[in-house]
């Protein structure tokens, strides 16, 4: 190195250049340059940081503690007593809310431990537990996360935050949720009490098995309200929200286990339970999962998420009441099915279990029990394309190709089922040229025990339903078919009453003992009345109207029904609430109407469900009044506001009560001596009807007490006509299964009578033609007592009330009849009794069609007159004088055939 003077001066000049200069001032302009941008980098970035704080604030919604409601609760209905029966639930709705006294404390204290121990004391956010999921979050970059969330922010996350996580899962966007929940949970601290926080969190948490809140959970898993759980029960549940799947206690015991006992160690050491209560907890570690256990296998066993028949009806019942009231069908659906709706049935729980026992019970059916096959398939072939069949397309093939003409679904075992339907299904495989594998084959097949029953029990004076099934055997699923509502069948012999007698005393036109010649008669059509029964139904046999419904009488009801008008009787069942009968409908181009002589028998258009059959009856045993049936007295919101009233019943006098009475009277006798004694039981009063459909398809019996009203019914789903035979009589079943019913369930009330009413008589009549009884009436032993309505009662004090029937004088003893003047036949002073004469308007000129013995259709003239043939028309024939010969040979056989009937 040079130090001399040379050197020094060199180096000045050196460092004094102007190059030199130049590049230290740049260096040093580029240096402050980065400083600065480095500066002002930070501060826009705080700036932004800022601003971008401010717009996410600016844009988080304002809310308060009310709003923080989880959307969605279940409808739960009650029956009669107060108990709880069924659920109407949707997907994200299987809530019920309940008050802070409500929910164990052992429950509330668990959660606080197991989700945010610091939970009374932070203001919302937990820093501390921010800073340990911030780390993980950065780390995995957004793919793993901590729980750092405070109970607050969970809520939040429950009733605000729902739907957010949809816009996407990206960075930002859960950086943006993340900042707005912890703002909002710092102001919701601010102005909330701390314990409604916790209730109205603890009211929306997921608590697996698709529970929505703590009793839903604890009615899930415990089979108890959350007031009623214990400390080992209350750690169970609050572990499972963290992961309601993975720490599901029925599912994944063992990891609901492990996070349960790490929740009774941070409550011992937050002193929220004693060591006592701890040990008491964890020595439980095991049983409280074996009871989880056993409660759902008893759900399971109980068919969970299957209602029943009565449910279903009730679910319907509001629904179109809420549609009534102006709610379009999709709200209706959404208020039932997650509105929070209390629903309060009529059902009576002791009268519906037993009549689930008694459906249960195989003694109270035939001895032969049939399946019928509903079967839907689907082929999928080579191309994509799919083919569908139907049980009806089955049908016709079994008959078409097959040869078998019968095929009706219908197997004596579910084995045949199977092997027909395979045979079928190994057909249509062939015939699409496919190979069968699990993937192009789809099937739906549902095999249903046969005959079916249904029954409904009301209480005639509120109408309220208390009991309802609408099928025997398992039930499959919610809101299946249920026949005792939406099931319309013929109603048979029942309608006699409804249809043709009751109106026709109500209406004055006739009287218990108005009386009919059961004799061969048609309809106006020229079909004859089918008879079911022996004994009656032979010409010349006279029988009133009471006979007539004691022993179910068809030419007797068709008779009287044609004689009062079918439009009457049409209009008094309109009156008794049959909403499926019909005064004029076009089916495939034809009028169809129920307006018609059918009404009397039940042919109708489309049939009558139990449900409504019922309630007409109801009417009778309610003196006259009908009574719109109910299945639900109230529903009211979750927080007990009704919603709607239904509990005042909806009454309409139909029938006199005097007529109420004399039907009810009548079927006294349908009970103790006529079709129905099969049904009676001692130790109650009891009215009733049988009831049988054209081709023995329809079996019923619909009866009633002082108590209840109830009808049965009993036939076969695809409506084939039943046995009689002795060795399975699938005909008894209704009345049996009233019987067995219906006795138990009047086991324990007092024998009481139907209340006799006022203007109710008595008059010695005449059995043969209804009228007063005269001295030959009694003298023929046809003199009876009958009750009347005091306004429609023969009166003694008029001649023409007398029967006419009984005569005493000259007769013609070749037709029993009063001899004309010139009759050839006459005896004097003869007492007999005359032929009852039709009704003119029935038989008008025209001759009745019969069938005999043999199933052979004959003809015979009707009996228009009390008096002999032998008038003038008779002897104004040239050939009168053989013809009396021939009578006198007729009457001499006759006679003949009598002494040798009398030998023998």
Known sequence: MNYGKRGIKNRNKEINAYGSKISRKIGQLVLKLVIGAIAFVIVCGIAGGIGLFKSIIANTPTINIDQMIATGQASIVYDAAGNEIDQYVSMNSNRIEVEWDEISPYLRDAFVAAEDERFYQHNGIDFKSIIRAGYQFIKTHGDETQGASTIT??????????????????????????????????EVTKKTEKEEVLLRYMNAVNCGQNTLGVESASQRYFGKSAVDLSLSESAVIACITQNPSGYNPITHPENNKKRREKCLKTMLRLEMVSQDEYDEAIADSDAVYDRIGFHNTELLETEIGIS?????????????????????????????????????TTMDPDIQQIMNEEFANPDNYSSEVHWFLDYALTITDDEGEQHNYSKEMMTKWFKEAQGQSKFNLIFEDQDSAYAALEL??????????????????????????????AMVIEDPHTGYVVAMMGGRGAKEGRRTLNRATDALRSPGSTFKVLGSFAPAVDAGLKTLASTYNDAPFNYTGGRAVKNWYSGYGQYGVECSIRTGIIQSLNIIAVKNLTVVGPQLGYDYCSKLGFTSITDGVVINGQIYSDVNQTLALGGLTFGVSPYELNAGYAALANGGVYCEPKLYTKVTDADGNIIIDNEAPVETRVFKETTAYLMTDAMKDVMTRGTGTAASFSGMTLAGKTGTSSKNKDFWFVGYSP??????????????????????????????????????????????????????VTREVCSKSGLLATDLCREFGCAYTEKFAEDNAPDPENPEDYCNLHYQGTICYYCNRIANPNCPFQATDTKVQLPLPEEPELVEGSTQIIEDENGNETYIQPVTSVYCVHNDEFFANPDYQSVIDGQRWEMQAAWEAAQANQGN
């Open 153 to 186: 922010q969970q809520l939040l996350k429950n009733t605000i935050f729902t739907d957010w996580m949809e816009e996407g899962h990206n960075m930002v966007r859960k950086i943006k949720r993340k900042i707005q929940e912890q703002y909002l949970a710092i």
């Open 308 to 344: 029943s028949y009565f449910s279903d009806a009730v679910y319907e019942a509001v629904r179109d009441d809420l549609i009534a009231m102006g709610n379009e069908k999709a709200e209706a659906e959404r208020m039932l099915n997650s509105g929070g709706l209390r629903i309060y």
């Open 424 to 453: 079928y299904r190994t057909a249509m495989y062939e015939e699409l040229g496919v190979t069968e594998t699990d993937k192009n084959c789809d099937e739906a097949i549902t095999l249903t025990a046969q005959p079916q029953v």
């Open 707 to 760: 108590y209840y009203s109830a009808a049965t019914w009993t036939g076969y789903d695809n409506a084939i006509e039943m046995s009689t035979a002795s060795s399975n009589r699938e005909q008894d079943i209704s009345k049996k299964m009233w019987k067995a019913i219906m006795s138990r369930v009047h086991a324990d009330l007092p024998n009481v009578s139907f209340v006799e009413p006022e203007g109710i």
